[in-house]
Nanobody
């Protein structure tokens, strides 16, 4: 059973930066697919970024809305996953969730592809 705990959310002005962390505990995490999703009030939970291990390196995937502004990364042990967010916009305001999937699937952009979820951390971007 993988347990995920997010941290790092907060209030930031437009154009600012935040770094979210997702700490994992339980079985070895380095080969687990990890995704970040977000959910704004009244909206569906949407894909933000994902990371998976392939051939000894980590591959990253991003939603078009955050590409070039957000970066997903892992620590050397692979037990903590980060989401570095820059050039933040008011539209980025949401609760951000970390998720993990035991296996990679081509449907990694869908929340149904993930088995474990964190509790979420609020990110608010003021204009």
């Amino acid at each position: 059973q993988v347990q995920l705990v997010e941290s790092g959310g907060g209030l930031v002005q437009a154009g600012g930066s935040l770094r979210l962390s997702c700490a994992a505990s339980g079985p070895p995490f380095s080969n687990v697919v990890v995704g970040w999703f977000r959910q704004a009030p009244g909206k569906e939970r949407e894909f933000v970024a994902a990371s998976r291990r392939s051939g000894g390196i980590y591959l990253s995937y991003y939603a078009d809305s955050v590409k070039g502004r957000f970066t997903i990364s892992r620590d050397n042990a692979g037990n903590t996953v980060y989401l570095q967010m820059s050039s933040l916009k008011p539209d980025d305001t949401a609760v951000y969730y970390c998720a993990a999937a035991s296996r990679y699937s081509s449907t990694y952009r869908l929340k149904e592809s993930y088995d474990y979820w964190g509790q979420g951390t609020q990110v608010t971007v003021s204009s």
